[in-house]
């Protein structure tokens, strides 16, 4: 069993930056591959980024990609999201999990384990 718990949302301005954290407790990081996802109101949960276990590849949707990168800390049992250039259109409950899977994943139904999830909002 893995536990997430995401931090970092907040209320900002459009063309502001955050960095969304999601800390992992319980069962060892390193073998889960992880994704960030998110969802605004009314819509379903969408995929945002994965990274693969050894951090060897990543991959964005076409809506963030060259705005947002994905890491992961393995020492601190985290993965990160780095969002730049945010728009409004991103505000939306975001979302980590953890895979147990060797490729990369872009379909809720693939992760295994979920955070609670962080509201990021952003204003016009």
């Known amino acids: 069993q893995v536990q997430l718990k995401e931090s970092g949302g907040g209320l900002v301005q459009a063309g502001d930056s955050l960095r969304l954290s999601c800390a992992a407790s319980?069962?060892?990081?390193?073998?889960?591959?992880m994704g960030w996802f998110r969802q605004a109101p009314g819509k379903e949960r969408e995929f945002v980024a994965h990274?693969?276990?050894?951090?060897?590849?990543?991959l964005y949707a076409d809506s963030v990609k060259g705005r947002f990168t994905i890491s992961r800390d393995t020492a601190k049992n985290t993965v990160y999201l780095q969002m730049n250039s945010l728009k409004p259109e991103d505000t939306a409950v975001y979302y980590c999990?953890?895979?147990?899977?060797?490729?990369?994943?872009?379909?809720?139904?693939?992760?295994?384990?979920w955070g609670q999830g962080t509201q990021v909002t952003v204003s016009s």
């Open positions: 990274i693969t276990s050894s951090a060897g590849r990543r």
């Open positions: 319980g069962r060892t990081f390193s073998p889960y591959a």
């Open positions: 999990a953890a895979a147990t899977t060797l490729v990369i994943v872009t379909t809720v139904s693939k992760y295994d384990y």
